[in-house]
């Protein structure tokens, strides 16, 4: 039934639709295949009743929270980003995330509350919700950009004589050059090699890794444009990276959810420890 929901869901008008929403949409569609059998238990009591069922049904709900009128709009809003000084990809807390208030801790945080199972489920259910989200965010590289102009929201440039701005590219135009909605791209990107090793597996602070893997590819002189004109060839060649950085997310949420929820909660059936399921 999950399956079935998720496919409806995808089907809806595209104006319904945010690009923006799509990628973290893949992302976890991607997470939800790869949960063991325990985690994919507690998320779906954790979701029940839900208007779409699973990872992939609640990923833009950090989005749409900062949108409205709701008070954690506000207190929220920052925890989508961070913002280094151009050039210098390197993680100071102080600097880059006063107060706590950027993507690195909101990831972290939101992680101790999903696994506290002494916590309400109300909260551990939003903790999901934030999570989900956030870990999408830090892999789309404007999000760990520059702070002098807000990761790309103020370098405009021009496509096809529209004008967009570079983050709005990342978050959209390169993902949408691909004609393909959700229930489509995800199995394109399940066909592809499998990934390499990922060393920040073993990182004791994998949030700040990912997103210094994304101020990298911020940093790589091809990102920004210089005549401030982007074409298809710049959509086309950036691709490989925009598909990279959503597999990486959908495979470290998982394993994010995964060890969080790694012990069955009291009470819950017992199921077999057969791995992620495929």
């Avoid at 961070?82 to 807390?93: E, L």
């Avoid at 399940?190 to 602070?205: F, G, H, V």
């Avoid at 710049?234 to 995964?258: E, F, S």
């Avoid at 069955?264 to 791995?275: D, E, F, K, L, R």
């Amino acid at each position: 039934m999950r399956t079935i929901a998720f496919l409806l869901f995808l089907l809806l008008p595209a104006q319904a639709i945010a690009w923006s929403a799509k990628g973290h949409r893949i992302v976890g569609e991607l997470a939800q295949e790869r949960l063991t059998p325990a985690a994919r238990a507690e998320v779906d009591r954790l979701l029940l009743g839900e208007p779409v069922p699973g990872l992939a049904g609640i990923a833009t709900w950090a989005d749409d929270l900062r949108d409205s009128d709701d008070p954690r709009a506000k207190v929220s809003s920052t925890w989508h980003y961070m913002n280094f000084p151009r050039g210098d990809c390197s993680y100071v807390p102080a600097r880059d995330c006063p107060g706590g208030n950027c993507v690195i801790a909101a990831i972290n945080r939101q992680f101790l509350v999903l696994g506290d199972r002494q916590r309400p489920d109300a909260e551990r259910r939003e903790a999901l919700k934030f999570l989900v989200h956030f870990v999408g965010d830090v892999h789309q590289p404007m999000h760990a950009g520059w702070a002098d102009d807000r990761g790309g929201n103020d370098f405009q440039v021009n496509y096809q004589g529209k004008g967009y701005n570079l983050h709005s590219t990342w978050d959209s135009l390169i993902i949408n050059s691909r004609g393909l909605e959700p229930a489509a791209y995800v199995p394109l990107l399940n066909k592809q090699p499998a990934l390499p090793y990922d060393p920040t597996r073993r990182s004791d602070r994998p949030a700040v890794d990912w997103a210094l893997e994304s101020c990298r590819i911020v940093t790589e002189p091809d990102t920004y444009p210089a005549k401030r004109v982007i074409t298809n060839d710049y959509l086309l060649a950036h691709r490989p990276i925009v598909d990279l950085r959503l597999r990486q997310a959908g495979l470290r949420l998982a394993d994010m959810i995964n060890f969080a929820l790694r012990t069955p909660a009291p009470g819950a059936p017992t199921v077999p420890a057969s791995g992620p399921a495929k």
